[in-house]
């Protein structure tokens, strides 16, 4: 039986009848009440965009403006953030904290001390800045960007979105993702630990993808102990690979009802107490190609938890703990690549990015 001693915050979910671990909740016993991420583009690029280990990017992704020629905009974080907070406070009554989100493109990809710049300047811009949320790629955490942030993440709450997509390094092929899941084991088990959250980012749907193979990937979040999940379903847009090939027709993206289904299976496979960030992936209507029933967030989440109800089912219920517990695996040799590591921690060479004041 437990004791208040060993209860685990992450598991208050289940004493509020909620069906699963939903980031709002967390947020708001975490702070105290409605916490909001705001979206920072900072300039940074992509090693899957500039050479270093591919070119061309994911075919989802459109990347067109992460030119090798970007510059990390310093005074236009500071501006993104104020604005996105003045923005958010006009629309909520009562916000008890902001998470500045550094989302488009590689948000690790540039020398570290540079990065450390950018990320203090976001958190000391405003008192209720509470944390950070820091989107990459697995082969973009080099030691020295994870003790970087393990330094930021004693003060602050941070949290490092890796994208792992899938486990199969075929789905990761098609997407051109330009690594492997090999890469993605590597971070996750150098990162895990020390005192910033882990979210794998997961996208349902990979043509090819059969419905085990996604239970596969399911399971991989509790074997790797990750501590939050954000699952997308395919989606297609404008000016990308991907979007060409839907428009002619040589891609089909999952139907809604197999989706639905697909993500409450997805959720009863991984522990209770990850955080569930997301349940669908979605874009703006004028970019958006398909599916367009993802338009719909919030009927396809009240479908979502309607399955779970019909199924008596939550979160966790067919989670299997791993033989080997996420705390004791072994922690690897860091296998970044050389061409990206070139960037984050040679000195005397040009950066990839020039920071601007
Ligand atoms: S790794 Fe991320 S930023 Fe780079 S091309 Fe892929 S989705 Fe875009």
């Not at 970087?148 to 997407?175: C, F, N, P």
């Not at 910033?196 to 790797?224: D, S, W, Y």
């Amino acid at each position: 039986m437990s004791s208040t001693a060993d209860f685990d915050p992450r598991l208050a979910w289940q004493q509020e009848d909620l069906l699963l671990n939903s980031f709002g909740a967390f947020l708001k016993r975490k702070f105290g009440g409605r916490t909001q991420r705001v979206s920072i583009d900072a300039g940074f690029t992509c090693p899957n965009v500039d050479g270093a280990v591919a070119k061309g990017g994911c075919n989802f992704c459109d990347n067109r403006s992460f030119s090798p020629s970007r510059r990390v905009r310093l005074r236009q974080v500071g501006e993104q953030l104020e604005s996105g907070i003045t923005s958010v406070r006009g629309r909520y009554n009562k916000v008890t904290g902001f998470i500045a989100y550094f989302q488009p493109a590689t948000n690790t990809y540039a020398p570290v001390e540079q990065l450390q710049e950018v990320f203090q300047l976001a958190l000391s811009l405003d008192d209720q800045v509470v944390g950070l949320a820091i989107g990459t790629r697995p082969d973009c955490v080099p030691e020295s960007v994870l003790s970087m942030i393990e330094g930021l993440a004693r003060e602050s709450y941070i949290s490092v979105e890796y994208g792992m997509q899938t486990i199969h390094d075929k789905g990761l092929d098609w997407m051109n993702r330009a690594h492997s899941h090999a890469d993605m084991v590597n971070a996750i088990d150098r990162s895990r630990g020390r005192g910033f959250e882990c979210c794998a980012h997961v996208i349902l749907g990979v043509p090819g993808e059969t419905h085990a193979m996604m239970m596969e990937t399911a399971n991989e979040i509790g074997v790797l102990g990750f501590d939050a999940v954000k699952i997308h379903n395919l989606y297609a847009v404008r000016g990308t690979p991907l979007g060409q090939q839907v428009i002619d027709g040589d891609i089909k993206m999952m139907d809604r009802d197999d989706y639905v289904n697909t993500v409450v299976d997805f959720l009863e496979r991984i522990p209770p107490e990850v955080v569930v960030e997301r349940i669908s992936g979605d874009a703006p209507p004028s970019f958006l190609i398909e599916p367009k029933w993802c338009l719909e967030k919030s009927i396809l989440r009240l479908d979502i938890e309607s399955e779970f109800r019909r199924r008596g089912t939550r979160q966790g219920s067919h989670f299997v703990a791993p033989g080997v517990a996420p705390a004791d695996r072994a922690v690897p040799m860091d296998s970044t690549p050389q061409a990206i590591r070139d960037q984050i921690e040679m000195r005397g060479r040009l950066p990839v990015l020039k920071m601007e004041g």
